[in-house]
């Protein structure tokens, strides 16, 4: 099962948390959540359940 590690309010930002995690051997997928010309868009980034407690650890050891 896939968990929600972090929610991105930009594209760019979202890259940055994906490349991060991939370089750290985390198996990520990301899924926009919403889209809106005023806000902007939200994207999921989501890491396997077995997973998400390393990738919450690589995600705050890198200031992200």
Do not use: F
């Not at 990520?28 to 396997?48: A, F, Y």
């Amino acid at each position: 099962m896939w968990t929600v590690v972090y929610m991105a309010t930009d594209k760019e930002n979202a890259e940055k948390v994906v490349n991060v995690l991939k370089q750290e051997g985390v198996l990520v997928k990301t899924k926009e959540v919403m889209r809106s010309k005023k806000r902007g868009c939200c994207i999921e980034i989501l890491v396997p359940e077995s997973e998400a407690e390393e990738a919450h650890k690589i995600i705050l050891e890198n200031n992200l």
